[in-house]
Structure formats: structure tokens, C-alpha cells
């Protein structure tokens, strides 16, 4: 007869039961293992929706990465740069379509008016809006129409970029007005 012997509280008559239950055994363990490697590695990698979540937020949506540039503004200089190129081109042009429809203004004027302009995400620029006070409208009755027109005589104009994709934007510049007062027959100023 052969001899039993003893494997973890059992009692086997042969050697090919004890085989059997060692590779039955070492499977198991085997894909335990398995499955505990495959979950840790599911917990440590984080889903495409939270990488794009965390990275939306972390965007700071009030700033471009680059402002709008007319041709004669250099794309590869700083930001700072690109601004005053930007704020300086478009003041020149938009003063030079004010002065090229000898535009009147009735009294003496020396003030600042603010406008907000919207460029889109193709370039175009439009008014969004003039701060004006009763004077300005008393003095230059056609102001929206007189910035409007300057507007469409500028020369085309590269949008702001976020992340290399073309944005709209909003500008607030100061538009200076001054004039002489325009005497009427018999007055004298």
C-alpha cells in the first residue's frame, strides 16, 4: 500500500492527485494574481474625461496666448509687444478713417470717449459698443457711423489665439475728440 502523505490538512492516496491539486492550486494563485495587477493598474491610470475636466480648468479663459496682429506686427515677439503693435496699429488707422470723413463737430470738444470693439474669430472687427455722454451725441451726431466707417477701411487683421485656435475678442480703447469750437455767422468763440 502506499503511503498517504499530509498537504495542508488533506490526506492524499497517490501522487497524481497531489499533482492535480498543485496545478489546480498554482492556477488560482496565478490568476489572483492577475486580476490584482490588472486592477491596481485600472486605479493608477485616470480616464480621458478627468485629463480633459482637469485641463479645462486649469485654462485661463480671460487671456489669449496671442493677441490679434495686423500684418506689420511680428507673431514671433512677446506678448506684451503684440499688444502695444495690436493697440498702436489699430488707434492709427482708426484715427485716420476719423480724419479722412472731415468729420465736424458742433462746439468745442477735448474729451475721451471709450469704445469697445469685438474682433472675431475670422478677423472682422465691429463696435460693440460707445460709452458715450450727451455731450459727444450733442456734439458728433454720427459718431457710431463715423467709427464704423473707419473700421471697414482697416486693413485686414489675423484674430487672437487660444491653444492655436482663433478666438473673438473684446477691446475697450480710448478714442481722444478734440476740436476747435466751429463759430456760426455773427458768433465769435
Known amino acids: 500500500m502506499r503511503r498517504s502523505e499530509g498537504f495542508f490538512f488533506c490526506k492524499f492516496q497517490t501522487g497524481f492527485k497531489i499533482a492535480v491539486f498543485l496545478r489546480i492550486l498554482s492556477a488560482i494563485v496565478l490568476f489572483a494574481g492577475m486580476l490584482a495587477c490588472n486592477n491596481r493598474g485600472q486605479r493608477e491610470k485616470p480616464s480621458t474625461d478627468k485629463l480633459v475636466e482637469d485641463e479645462i480648468r486649469n485654462i485661463n479663459w480671460n487671456e489669449v496666448d496671442q493677441y490679434p496682429l495686423f500684418g506689420t506686427c ?27 470723413q472731415q468729420v465736424v463737430m458742433h462746439g468745442s470738444v477735448d474729451d475721451t470717449i471709450y469704445v469697445r470693439f469685438l474682433i472675431s474669430g475670422t478677423g472682422k472687427i465691429s463696435v460693440a459698443e460707445i ?58 468763440h
Open 74 to 100: 511680428d507673431e514671433t515677439a512677446a506678448k506684451v509687444q503684440q499688444k502695444a503693435c495690436f493697440e498702436e496699429t489699430f488707434v492709427r488707422y482708426l484715427y485716420a478713417g476719423i480724419e479722412d
Open 131 to 188: 460709452e458715450q455722454k450727451e455731450k459727444w451725441e450733442k456734439h458728433v451726431p454720427a459718431l457710431d457711423s463715423i467709427v464704423e466707417t473707419s473700421l471697414q477701411k482697416m486693413p485686414p487683421l489675423h484674430p487672437a489665439l487660444k491653444r492655436n485656435i482663433p478666438v473673438a475678442t473684446k477691446y475697450r480703447l480710448p478714442v481722444v475728440l478734440q476740436s476747435a469750437a466751429v463759430s456760426s455767422p455773427g458768433q465769435m
